[in-house]
């Protein structure tokens, strides 16, 4: 495969395709150029309704992100990146701009995920430096596999690990480093501080790139700003026909509460969790993001290769049930439930265990949660 070539400083727009949905592009080249919008980078998101919609991020968003996450990871024209994530995302694409300004090498993977072919490229090709999503790691660690010895630092982005996850994978000599970034800022927004032998810090402790502005509302919802961020994003109507809508200028609030602090000099942020992770149990506030982390780790103590789900459902009496979904080939759910339960207070309780084929994710990992109400409810 011809490696995908950038050149960065070009007007040239970008529309980063995935080529698994190549549809959704008719029209938008000349949109663009219509409304004088160039030096762009696309990346596709979900919309509302299933509409194509995509965020419009300046070539340049990808030159500052890069020299900070140089920065931060120490990278040199002595590294060689290894690229396991998508280029239709930025996990992936943003990997490009980083070796660009370094003058350091990468290496494209190929075909599915394999866990086992991964590190053996990782070997053969003297890779220094990759990027992962949190369920890669789990492959990793429930495979046992061992981290070559060139690795020095992997991060982890998508989506959150848990420490338990993390202190799995350092077990096994896998230096992880998480981050918290998102599509509108061009990868990285915080990540925790790198050290040559491992994270000191723990995975909530996450160090604020130094080119974002952070703030909060009096809810801990976060907003962000930056040269880094967004210009805006083009959505296409049902009739076709494309629309601009602009960055607002106090920048982007987002739906994420997060808690930020300083130690010394530096900035830190603790992702909390999205509004749409809390709810109520029979009047009782719960937030669901850690007791889904509770629940993966259970499975991993249970051997569980493919992880289960708790989703939440309305339920007339007390407001939301949780139901555990479960994979097939997966392990038996009564004993990773008398587990849970064990250590839940007598009103939390999962109220039943549903087992499917499969658990829709994206090619990054993440569960489509719509989809999978659907197949739950079907």
């Known amino acids: ?10 007007a040239e727009n970008h529309l ?20 004088g919008l160039s030096h762009l980078c696309l990346f596709q998101t979900s919309g509302s309704e299933g509409l194509p919609k995509w965020v419009a991020l300046p070539k340049e968003a990808f030159l500052i992100s890069g020299r900070a996450v140089n920065e931060h990871f120490e990278v040199t024209a002595q590294d060689h990146w290894l690229i396991a994530l998508p280029l239709h995302h930025v996990g992936g694409f943003s990997i490009l701009a980083r070796a660009h300004l370094s003058g350091s090498r990468y290496t494209q993977a190929q075909g599915r995920w394999q866990p086992a072919e991964f590190t053996a490229m990782c070997w053969e090709n003297g890779i220094t430096l990759a990027s992962l999503v949190p369920t890669q790691v789990h492959d990793l660690v429930q495979a046992r596999l061992t981290c070559p010895d060139p690795l020095r630092a992997v991060i982890v982005g998508g989506g959150g690990m848990s420490q338990a996850l993390a202190d799995a994978a350092v077990e096994l000599g896998w230096r992880v480093f998480q981050s918290y970034g998102m599509t509108e800022a061009a990868s990285q927004i915080a990540t925790q501080p790198y050290n040559p032998f491992g994270a000191v810090f723990d995975v909530k402790s996450l160090q604020v790139l130094p080119h974002w502005r952070l703030h909060t509302d009096a809810e801990g919802v976060l907003t962000v700003s930056g040269p880094a961020l967004a210009r805006g994003y083009v ?3 049902t009739s076709g026909s494309w629309t601009w809508r602009p960055m607002p200028e106090e920048g982007l609030k987002t739906r994420d509460h997060v808690r930020l602090w300083t130690h010394g000099t530096r900035s830190f942020l603790q ?3 999205r509004e749409s992770g809390f709810l109520k149990i029979l009047g009782e506030l719960i937030h669901l993001a850690p007791l889904q982390e509770q629940m993966e780790n259970l499975a991993r103590q249970l051997g569980w290769s493919r992880l289960p789900v708790l989703l ?4 007339p009496r007390a407001e939301t049930r949780l139901v555990l979904v479960c994979e097939a080939g997966s392990g038996d759910p009564a004993p990773l439930l008398a587990r849970f339960h064990e250590a839940s207070p007598p009103w939390l309780r999962v109220s039943e265990a549903i087992r499917l084929d499969h ?3 994206s090619d990054l990992g993440k569960v489509q949660m719509e989809e999978l109400r659907e197949l739950v409810l079907r």
């Open 235 to 237: 959505t296409r109507a």
């Open 359 to 361: 658990i829709p994710r």
């Open 1 to 10: 495969m011809t490696p995908l070539q950038i050149d960065w400083h070009s």
């Open 271 to 273: 992702f909390v969790g």
């Open 312 to 315: 939440a459902q309305p339920d």
């Open 16 to 35: 980063a395709v995935n080529p698994l949905q190549p549809d959704g592009t008719a029209g938008l080249a000349d949109f663009l150029t219509a409304q």
